[in-house]
T-cell receptor, first 115, second 114 residues
């Protein structure tokens, strides 16, 4: 079956620190992978995505590389800001051509950045 | 424009009330979704509509009744809810259900059942 495992939070960092949030997955076929971010009191925003092995998704200084050999999609940012404080969800969708409209989410990781 | 709108933002209802949540998108997406999210948890899929037809119902109780009047609108009708149904209800849309796709989420409706 399909599943996503995220590192447990919360993660607390000082401003300008380096961020890594680990995400590994189990899937049949060749899934697409996503990172979503949820700010307090809001819905989820798509942060970045990768649709095939070795793809790197990037947005707003965040990056993640689709590693098939390690079944991972770790989120990184070189220098976090207070405004990055949010909950981050790793997610996967069914492989290419699947018609099932389903996302599988990790448990979410709370990030708090202090000035 | 990647906006999905939801109304109302907050809703408080009693267990005997009937209310509806509304979701709208104007991105030409043909798939729309309802999710339920409890505090500190990931969203849980409730329903999927593809081309205005219900394609997935995740064994949701019948007190939740979805409706897709057209490709831009998605409603969730609520009746005889329980306090444990209090949660953030999120709507999402995508171009279709054919992978790979990304889903775009609305801001949610915060529902409290008293």
């Amino acid at each position: 079956g399909n599943s996503v495992t995220q590192m447990e939070g919360p993660v607390t960092l000082s401003e300008e620190a380096f961020l890594t949030i680990n995400c590994t997955y189990t899937a049949t076929g060749y899934p697409s992978l996503f990172w979503y971010v949820q700010y307090p009191g809001e819905g989820l925003q798509l942060l970045l995505k990768a649709t095939k092995a070795d793809d790197k998704g990037s947005n707003k200084g965040f990056e993640a590389t689709y590693r098939k050999e390690t079944t991972s999609f770790h989120l990184e940012k070189g220098s976090v800001q207070v405004s990055d404080s949010a909950v981050y969800f790793c997610a996967l969708s069914e492989g290419r051509g699947s018609t099932l409209g389903r996302l599988y989410f990790g448990r979410g990781t709370q990030l708090t950045v202090w000035p | 424009d990647t906006e999905v709108t939801q109304t109302p933002k907050h809703l408080v209802m009693g267990m005997t009330n009937k209310k509806s949540l509304k979701c709208e998108q104007h991105m030409g997406h043909r798939a729309m979704y309802w999710y339920k999210q409890k505090a500190k948890k990931p969203p849980e899929l409730m329903f999927v509509y593809s081309y205005e037809k219900l394609s997935i119902n995740e064994s949701v109780p019948s007190r939740f009744s979805p409706e897709c009047p057209n490709s831009s609108l998605l409603n969730l009708h609520l009746h005889a809810l329980q306090p444990e149904d209090s949660a953030l209800y999120l709507c999402a849309s995508s171009q279709g259900t054919l992978a790979p796709y990304e889903q775009y989420f609305g801001p949610g409706t915060r529902l409290t059942v008293t």
